[in-house]
Structures are given as C-alpha cells and as structure tokens.
C-alpha cells in the first residue's frame, strides 16, 4: 500500500535529519514495521532503490524489522505475542479483553552514517537526541 | 571511516499523524462526534448514512457529511437530499481521504469557500482533494453555505470506498467505522484485518437480502469479533429501517459521552 509514497517520505525524513551531519554517507535505514502495518517489503525496497539514488542515500541500505502483534490480555496479566493476523483473542486464555501493544508500527528507527571523519582514536559520540526523544546509551561501531 | 548510529523513532506517516491530532483538538473543542465510514465500494455506506443523517435530523440533531469519491459528485448530491449540509471531496484517483483534505475541506466550509485546485496529479502533488460542482446546475458544494463545526452535533466522513489504504490514514475521527454488507462474504474481516481490527464500530449492511445471499449471520459476527475482541456490531437495512433504532441509540448515547467530557 503506497510504498512509493512511504519512500519518499522516509527519504525526505532522513535527508532533512543529516544537516547536523553535512559530510556524512547515509550507510542503512532501518525500519520497524508492525505486522499489521499492510506493507509489502518486496516494494518498499524496490522503490527505495529508486528513490535513494543520488545525494546522501546513495547506495544505502533499507533494513526492515517485522515486529509481530503484541498483545496485553487482561485475565493473564501478560504480554503474548500472536503467531498471525487472524485472530486477536488472547492466544492463551481465549479472552477478548485485550489492548494491542506493539503490531501497528510503520517508522524509521534509526540511520547508520559514515559521516566522513577519519579519527580512528576518536571517542564514540553519543546518540542525538532527535524530536525531543530521550537519548539512546547504545554507542557506535567504529 | 567513523560510523554512528542516528536514532530518529519517526512516524513514516507522521504528518498525516500530526493533522489528524490537530483535527481531533478541533473536533473536541467546538464539541462535534466525528465518525470516519470506511468499507469496500458498493457496501452501502451512502444509502446507510443517508438514512443516519434523515433519522438524525428528525430527531432535532444537527449533522453534516464530508463524502469522498475519486470522481463525480452523485454521493454528496444524494445525501443532501436528507436535508443536511454535504460537501464532496474529489480525489481524482487518490484511494483514500488523509487529514490534510479533511481540514482544507472544513477550513473552506467555514468560510463558505470552494477547497480549489491546490491539488491535483497533474501538478504531482501528494494529494488533496479537490471539490467538484456538480455538472446539472449548483452542486452541493456551491458557496454560500457556512457550516460551522460549533453548530453541529454529528460530522460524518464518508471515506473512499476501499478497505486497505483508508486503515493508515488517521482523519482525527472518535469513531472508525467497518462496514460490510451480506453480499460480501463472511470472511472479509480476517481478508483485511487491518481495517477491520482499526474499527471502532462494525455495521452489516443491506440486512434485507441476507436470505436471499445466503448470508451466515453467525459466522460473520464471529469473524468480526476475532479479528476485534468486543467490537460493536449493528445489523441494518437502509431500505427497510431495520436495525436503525439500536444503531441512532449507539450515536446518541456516543454524543451525550462526548457532550459529558467536555
């Protein structure tokens, strides 16, 4: 569904996040995408191919995390994850009083950049704080 | 080479997301129930929400009506005739309606303005509606009419008819509804359970066929409660008024809620 549009969007968000980083090579784009998103990633990378050519995106890759439903089920007290799409009662106990965690998710999580320095005894960064969200503790690789 | 990694946690359709919000403050604050009508085409949902919007008016409710259509204006034309005020969204072959429409739309009623070509493929645009006259003379669209979401107590948005795309895209509605009629299958629900399970309220529509369709009633009520636990269903005919009484008690028991919380 749209998966062209999708690229482009996902492209203009990454473009307008590199001004902190003018020099940098966009490396991967990593995606998460919940399995009830309705998204087919045979097209997402056949657009993205097409979409990222030239400036920043070149030669980049698009990762995509599926992520299955998650389901909190009130009776259990518990998270359960569903194996399908087909069926949203609680998988252990049959109860419908259940509330979707995790299933619906269409976003980009994160961008690996080579952002062009060569200082190989140079520090990790920390992770950029981005629309207010708090950092990240993961560090680089190098 | 030095690599980082750039957490962004971004929305691929965030603006659509921050529209939608935006609407939904609008909706709460000048007090209106907004539902968003989404099925396949030809389910019903015309001749389902014109009877909703005569009943509506009959009861001394105030209501209106967005309707969106690839082409023609015939959908908001048929539902004036219940005496509300109707405005057409032509897409021109956008499969769904997004909040960017919906607001340009009510921001152009408020004023008692045409929405314009500010959209169209031609031009490459994402997409935005664009409003039609009808080609037999005035249209539902025609300007002079001023509706304010202040004066209402029910909007209604008629989406594309499609069961996919219109899952995605957030309108800033309280309630989503499925509808699905007795000529479609009974397992349309687990065929898009996207849609189906992003559902607020389910409706089955054209009740006054289903011997003659073979419809299996418990199957498809069934199917409709596994891909959404709990969901609302309510089982109508827009020609013979069956089930329409349970259906205006749900809207107006809906309405007081909302009236309540404000």
Not at chain 1, 24 to 32: I, M, Q, T
Not at chain 1, 93 to 102: F, I, L, R, T
Not at chain 1, 118 to 124: A, K, L, Q, S
Not at chain 2, 239 to 258: D, H, N, T, V
Request: hydrophobic share 40%; with cysteine; proline share 4%.
């Amino acid at each position: 569904m749209h998966e062209l549009s999708l690229v482009l969007s996902i492209v203009e968000t990454v473009t307008d996040s590199l001004t902190a980083y003018p020099a940098a090579r966009v490396l991967e784009v990593r995606l998460r995408v919940g399995a009830l998103a309705a998204v087919e990633e045979e097209a997402l990378q056949f657009c993205y191919g097409m979409a990222s050519e030239g400036a920043a995106l070149a030669g980049s890759r698009l990762v995509v995390q599926r992520l299955p439903v998650v389901l909190h089920c009130a009776a259990c007290a518990q998270d359960v994850e569903l194996d399908g799409v087909q069926s949203f009662h609680c998988p252990r106990c049959g109860g419908a009083e259940v509330e979707m965690k995790q299933g619906k998710e269409l976003e980009i999580d994160s961008i690996e950049l080579d952002d062009g320095e060569t200082n190989p005894g140079e520090t990790p960064e920390a992770l950029v704080e981005l629309d207010g969200l708090p950092n990240s503790t993961q560090a680089p690789s190098s | 080479m030095t690599t980082r990694i750039v957490e962004l946690r971004r929305g691929i359709l965030k603006k659509n997301d921050e529209l939608a919000a935006e609407l939904r403050q609008r909706f709460n604050a000048a007090g209106v129930l907004v539902l968003n009508l989404v099925s396949s085409p030809g389910t019903g949902k015309t001749a389902f929400l014109e009877r909703t919007l005569r009943e509506l008016l009959d009861c001394g409710w105030r209501a209106a009506a967005l309707v969106g259509d690839l082409e023609t204006d015939n959908d908001a034309r048929r539902l004036a005739s219940s005496g509300a005020p109707v405005r057409q969204i032509n897409t021109h072959g956008i499969c769904h309606l997004d909040a960017e429409m919906i607001g340009k739309h009510l921001n152009a009623w408020e004023k008692c303005e045409e929405a314009g070509n500010e959209g169209t493929r031609e031009q490459g645009n994402e997409g935005l509606g664009t409003e039609r006259l009808g080609n037999r003379g005035r249209g539902p669209n025609e300007t002079g009419i001023r509706v304010s979401l202040s004066d209402l107590d029910f909007l209604f948005i008629e989406n594309v008819g499609n069961l996919v795309c219109p899952s995605s895209y957030d309108l800033g509605e309280k309630i989503r509804v499925a509808l699905l009629s007795v000529t479609e299958g009974e397992d349309k629900p687990l065929k898009y359970p996207t849609l189906f399970n992003s559902a607020d309220a389910a409706v089955i529509t054209k009740m006054d066929i289903a011997e003659p369709c073979g419809f299996d009633r418990t199957t498809a009520l069934a199917n409709i409660d596994e891909i959404r636990p709990g969901i609302k269903i309510f089982e109508t005919s827009a020609k013979s008024g069956a089930g329409m009484e349970e259906w205006l008690a749900y809207l107006e028991e809906e309405r007081k809620r909302q009236g309540k919380s404000l």
